[in-house]
C-alpha cells in the first residue's frame, strides 16, 4: 500500500508516510496507549474506529471549519490528507468538568485561566463550554497554558479563530453525540495552516482517543463516569499496579474485547451505521 510513499513519522498510534510535496499519508495502527506508554497489545479495529469516525465529522463541518481530509483508503485506516504548518498548541474544549480540568478546579477554582462557579463536582457539566489549550509535549504530558499563554504562542488574531472555531466544532458535535446517546464531555482539536494561511482542522477528529464519551444513560455528576474510549484498559492497567513506565503490561483477551466493544458502539451511535457496512466500504461514512 505504501510502496511510493516515504514514511516521515511515526506517532503513539499513527504512521505518516509522505506522496509528495503536497499531499501526506496517515494510517491509524491499532495500539493502544495509556499514560502515554503504548501497550504491547493491540485492539483490533481501533485504528479503522478513529480513521471512520474522524472522516465522519470532517464529512459533516466544512462549513465550520476547512479540515485536511482529500480521500479515505480502501483498507479503513489511512487517510490521504494536505500537508499543514501545524500550530504549536493542543486546542482542547470542555464542556464537563473532569481530568486534568478538575485537577485544576479543584485545586485553584479555576481552569486555565477561567474562573467557574463554586461547589462545582466531578463531572459537573460547566456553564458555557470553555476553551483551554495545552503546550505539545514531544514526550510525557501536554501541559495545560491559559489564553494569555497559547496567544503569545500564535498570535492574538490566529488565537482567536481558533477558540472560536474549536468551541463551535464541540458544540455542533456535542448536540449531534447527545441526541445519539453519548456526552462528550471535552475533545481535542489540532489545527494547521495551508499555503493561504487558511486555518484548518487536521489530524483526528471527535474520537475516543482525542475526546472523553460518556454514555448519556445514566449520568450523575459527583465522580467518574464511564466511558466508551481507552478507560477501560486504563483501569485495568491501574488495577496491576504497574508504575506507568515502559514497558506497559499485556491485556488479557477480555479487556482486549471489552475495549473493542467500546470503541465500536461509540462508532456505530455516532454514525448510525454498522461497522461492518464501514470495513466493507469506508466511503460510507462520507455520504
Not at 501526506?24 to 504491547?40: M, Q
Not at 489530524?203 to 466508551?228: H, I, K, M, N, V
Not at 477480555?254 to 456505530?268: D, I, L, M, Q, S
Request: charged share 30%.
Amino acid at each position: 500500500m505504501h510502496e511510493a510513499a516515504l514514511h516521515v513519522g511515526s506517532g503513539k498510534v499513527r504512521e505518516l508516510y509522505a506522496l509528495d510535496d503536497d499531499r501526506l499519508l496517515l494510517v491509524a495502527s491499532d495500539r493502544i496507549s495509556t499514560f502515554d506508554v503504548v501497550l504491547p497489545t493491540e485492539i483490533p479495529d481501533k485504528g479503522r474506529v478513529l480513521t471512520g469516525l474522524s472522516a465522519f465529522w470532517f464529512a459533516r463541518t466544512g462549513d465550520v471549519c476547512a479540515n485536511h481530509l482529500l480521500a479515505l483508503r480502501a483498507d479503513g485506516r489511512s487517510t490521504e490528507c494536505r500537508r499543514l504548518e501545524m500550530l504549536p498548541i493542543e486546542c482542547v474544549v470542555r464542556g464537563y468538568l473532569s481530568g486534568s480540568g478538575w485537577k485544576d478546579y479543584a485545586a485553584t477554582g479555576a481552569v486555565c485561566g477561567h474562573a467557574l462557579p463554586p461547589r462545582l463536582t466531578e463531572s459537573a457539566q460547566l456553564p458555557e463550554p470553555i476553551f483551554t489549550p495545552a503546550t505539545k509535549a514531544t514526550t510525557g504530558h501536554d501541559e495545560n497554558i491559559d489564553r494569555r499563554q497559547a496567544a503569545e504562542l500564535v498570535g492574538d488574531d490566529l488565537f482567536a479563530e481558533v477558540e472560536r472555531v474549536s468551541i463551535a466544532l464541540y458544540r455542533f458535535a456535542a448536540e449531534h453525540a447527545r441526541a445519539r446517546g453519548i456526552i462528550i464531555a471535552d475533545t481535542k482539536f489540532e489545527f494547521g495552516l495551508d499555503e493561504g494561511r487558511r486555518l484548518v482542522l487536521g489530524d483526528e477528529a471527535l474520537t475516543p482517543d482525542s475526546s472523553r464519551f460518556w454514555p448519556l444513560d445514566g449520568y450523575t455528576a459527583g465522580g467518574p463516569q464511564p466511558s466508551f474510549d481507552k478507560q477501560y484498559a486504563r483501569d485495568y492497567c491501574e488495577s496491576l499496579g504497574w508504575d506507568k513506565t515502559d514497558p506497559g503490561p499485556d491485556l488479557p483477551d477480555a479487556v482486549v474485547a471489552g475495549t473493542r466493544a467500546r470503541y465500536v458502539e461509540a462508532f456505530e451511535r455516532l454514525t448510525e451505521l454498522d461497522f461492518d457496512d464501514y470495513r466493507a466500504d469506508p466511503e460510507v461514512v462520507l455520504r
